[in-house]
């Protein structure tokens, strides 16, 4: 299997720890372009395109292997015996730090940290559980989805984007929902609003930065406050960023607060 060319894998950096960078919904790994040149000098750097997204091969989509986000994972993890040298730390927007977190689970003690940013273990309000959305909300957003893609997309990508300042960011959104097949994007929403992991994230031991904005309409502070509480060795750090995308719209806060928690493998000797 080429996954070069299933997943678009681009290394760049040298170290003696690797970073690995998943992208969320509707992206591709050019949205991480903010981020990777501060570390490529201290860590081998990582960066693919889900299978689905940006320049992955899409006739390699399977619709019942990514019928979960479990076939993400597994992809993850084939990267990663072939790119990664040393310790592995995966950093992953969105549903992707969920990916993340079942890769670390499919093969134990392989990961040796966690950069989440913006994440969600379920979009769904269930119980004392506050994910942000009713489910009726994620019912009425998916059948939008279905009605219209291209309609909802130019919607709903400057929402999730937020940053009012800086609407060149919202507009490259749009454009990458756009780029994406419209059914295997909608496929992928029904499989990211609709996942429950939180029975993967509770009690996972492995180190974990999670970076969340204070204001996120898809992944509100109360979850990233849940996921503290649920992973032991875990820390919040909130950026003071209105949207979803902060390794975007807030790049610098992003890379001084990543910087600090890498400081233990920053400075292993190759």
């Excluded at 419209?182 to 996942?195: D, G, L, Q, R």
């Amino acid at each position: 299997m080429d996954l070069k060319h299933r997943n678009n894998v681009n290394v760049t950096g040298r170290g003696p720890a690797t970073l690995v960078f998943s992208h969320g919904f509707g992206c591709d790994q050019s949205m991480w372009r903010y981020l990777t040149g501060s570390f490529i000098n201290h860590f081998k750097v990582v960066t693919y395109d889900l299978v689905g997204a940006g320049r992955s091969d899409i006739g390699a989509y399977n619709w019942e292997k990514y019928d979960s986000l479990g076939g993400y994972a597994q992809d993850l993890n084939e990267i990663i015996d072939h790119y990664a040298i040393g310790p592995v730390i995966l950093v992953g927007h969105s549903v992707s730090a969920m990916v993340d977190v079942l890769a670390d689970r499919q093969v134990p003690d392989r990961i040796a940290a966690h950069i989440m940013i913006g994440p969600s273990p379920c979009y769904v309000n269930l119980g004392d559980y506050q994910g942000g959305f009713a489910v009726e909300d994620i019912q009425s957003l998916l059948n939008s989805l279905d009605d219209n893609y291209l309609g909802w997309s130019s919607n709903i990508a400057p929402v999730i984007m937020g940053a009012p300042g800086q609407p060149e960011l919202g507009a490259e959104l749009t454009n990458s929902f756009c780029r994406t097949d419209p059914e295997i994007a909608k496929h992928f929403a029904k499989v990211t609003f609709m996942s429950d992991n939180r029975k993967d994230v509770a009690g996972l031991a492995t180190p974990t930065l999670i970076l969340q904005s204070t204001d996120d309409l898809i992944a509100p502070v109360g979850v990233g406050e849940y996921l503290r509480d649920a992973m032991p060795n875990s820390m919040l750090t909130l950026i003071d960023n209105v949207g979803h995308c902060p390794h975007m719209s807030a790049p610098g806060f992003c890379t001084k607060a990543m910087d600090r928690f890498l400081q233990p493998w920053k400075g292993l000797n190759a």
